[in-house]
């Protein structure tokens, strides 16, 4: 009977060491993604029906693009076939193309090649990345490196990039992702958008110094910042452990984590405004749960200390769930398109931005992050 009650209480101490190793329901979290994309999916049933705002936009722009990088982050978890359907449906219907074409520079048009490549990945077939390549190789075979003067081209355009040097097995992809990546960085602005002394950045040469938040801090944007976190997660994640320059996105990514972590909100949020919480400073969700990709993926992967950052990355993941996720699965609290603190601003549990589809992806790559957790 003794050995029975030592065996019985060793069982619960090792089922509670389990637990207490196991910060997230994999279930819940899973659950809660598939309900904010099913309220998305059911309220843009047409994938290329047109997204009206201030103006009509074709549904391939760069809001449209995140959400469906997030989309292929639930399906690669989950593979239900409707996102698979949904995904290639509008790829088809924009004939695997970009808002204004082949010869463009721009990184917000051609962020929809993200999901082309994944597509092709899945199911190869030339027509897929005919449009993709053509516009890629354009800014290969062409000297400019300054493309990038806004840190949300980061996001939008390294991972083409990244996957194209993974898929053709060519490192001079990897060569001009890095070139065009340390331009902005270092060079764009007076000194780059890039401040090493606080580990953020700078939204474009419009707020590096002399401009300052009213208290006179630098002016960090959050989901600006979460944009580039997010890239260098992501294109860690794409090309291979002995690519060049892999060094350079893992020290960048590691002092960005480093310095977000003080500045998290009690609630689990960040602010809009990183360093003026006075200024246009309330918790916002796209900024939030890019930075909690961000880590999640650093901890997931040996580079950031799960001890440190969990905790972080559990509490805003949990602010998300609780105080931004609708019970029909709308995402509240997400700032509506802009370059700065001050956009579309106030924000609220219910407000409806003018584009709600990139604010979820950025929520399903966090979710997706956190459910591969071990």
Request: aromatic share 14%.
């Amino acid at each position: 009977m003794k050995k029975l009650f030592i065996s019985f209480s060793l069982g619960l101490l090792i089922s509670g060491l389990s637990f207490a190793q196991q910060p997230f329901n994999k279930k819940e979290v899973l659950e809660d993604m598939q309900l904010a994309n099913k309220y998305f999916m059911e309220k843009w049933q047409d994938v290329g029906k047109t997204i009206i705002t201030n103006k009509e936009r074709p549904s391939n722009i760069w809001t449209r693009g995140v959400y469906y990088e997030g989309l292929m982050a639930l399906y690669e978890i989950y593979p239900d076939e409707a996102y698979y359907k949904y995904a290639y449906d509008w790829a088809e219907f924009h004939d695997w193309g970009f808002r204004n074409g082949n010869a463009n520079r721009n990184a917000d048009d051609y962020c929809a090649a993200q999901t082309y490549i994944d597509l092709y990945n899945l199911e190869p077939d030339s027509k897929k990345l005919r449009n993709t390549k053509a516009c890629i190789n354009m800014l290969m075979n062409t000297p400019q490196l300054d493309d990038w003067s806004w840190i949300d081209a980061i996001q939008m355009g390294m991972p083409v990039f990244a996957k194209l040097g993974v898929l053709e097995n060519d490192t001079r992809y990897f060569e001009k992702m890095y070139e065009m990546y340390m331009y902005t960085r270092d060079k764009h602005g007076d000194n780059g958008l890039y401040n090493p002394k606080d580990g953020l950045w700078w939204r474009d040469a419009d707020f590096d110094p002399p401009y300052t938040e009213p208290n006179g801090e630098d002016c960090y944007w959050s989901r600006g910042n979460g944009w580039v976190i997010g890239a260098l997660a992501k294109v860690l994640s794409i090309i291979p452990e002995d690519a060049p320059h892999r060094d350079q996105y893992i020290k960048d990514l590691k002092a960005m984590a480093e310095a977000l972590v003080p500045i998290q909100r009690n609630d689990g949020f960040w602010n809009v405004s990183l360093h003026d919480p006075s200024h246009f400073g309330g918790k916002e969700t796209s900024g939030t749960a890019l930075f909690i990709y961000g880590m999640a993926y650093g901890v997931n992967n040996g580079i950031l200390s799960k001890d440190k950052y969990l905790p972080v990355i559990e509490k805003g993941w949990n602010g998300i769930i609780h105080e931004a996720l609708n019970d029909n699965g709308f995402l509240g609290y997400l700032q509506s398109t802009g370059k700065e603190p001050k956009d579309g601003m106030p924000l609220s549990y219910t407000k409806v931005p003018d584009f709600e589809d990139y604010g979820l992806g950025c929520f399903l790559l966090a979710g997706a992050e956190i459910y591969r957790m071990k």
